[in-house]
């Protein structure tokens, strides 16, 4: 459902909704964010998301969240809130979207998908990338109030190393990522896995070629995460963090 003044949304690949003069032209066939979700579609998908492969989990399953797309380049492309107020959902998400999705593009590759998720534990104390979080700092110029969406066209930056934020593929390319915040880490997987099923992004091994992987719960592994508060995955419950 959309509110007065909100563009409906539109098939990916058709013409973009007329929003503003700047994000239209972002849009357009040969333009930076050409392909990827609208801020239109990037709302309807974050909203449809927690009704969608079962319960998301989480502290309220992924319905006051905050998500963001960025290209290839890691310019950002579009943010949209789930909800019709936008300052109900953590206003700190909003730029923590930003740098999940800055993130999960600069450290995926073409062949090699990467979630933010599978940085955790690597970007622990003694392990290989300590330290990872203070590289690329998050842009001052992309804080915006939750009624603005301040950093469209621009490189954010921002580097978090916890579930939320998915790189997008097309044509075994990636085209650039997406980025998801406002519940537990693990919820914000989730509907971001989600958003990038229903946008046909998804990597060319597979929907969960870069799924979270719980320690505790599944074999040892460099790229394990820890249990949230009501962990589920993929529709079902896995655990509790402790």
Known sequence: MTTQGEPLPRPLGSAPANRDIA????????KPCAGLPSQAELKQWLRAAPSQGGDAG??????????????????????????DDPSAPWPGSQAIAKAKAYTANAFS????????????????????LWGIA????FDPAC????????????????????????????DQKRVGALGVSGDTACADHEIA????????????????????????????????HPLCPNTWRNGKKVGEET
């Open 23 to 30: 994000a239209a032209v972002a849009e357009q066939p040969g």
């Open 58 to 83: 989480g502290l309220t399953g992924g319905k006051f969240d905050w998500a963001a797309v960025v290209n290839r380049e890691g310019e950002l492309c579009a943010i949209a809130v789930s909800t």
């Open 109 to 128: 590759t073409d062949t090699a998908p990467l979630s933010t998720a599978k940085l955790y534990t690597l970007s622990q104390p003694g392990h290989s």
């Open 134 to 137: 203070a590289g690329n700092p």
């Open 143 to 170: 804080l915006s109030s939750p009624s603005e969406q301040r950093g469209i066209g621009k490189v954010c930056g921002g580097t978090i190393a916890f579930g939320g934020g998915l790189p997008l593929y097309r």
């Open 193 to 224: 896995k989600g958003i990038r099923s229903t946008a046909k992004l998804d990597p060319s091994s597979g929907p969960l070629a870069d799924d979270i992987i719980f320690k505790d719960v599944d074999p040892p592994s460099i790229y394990a």
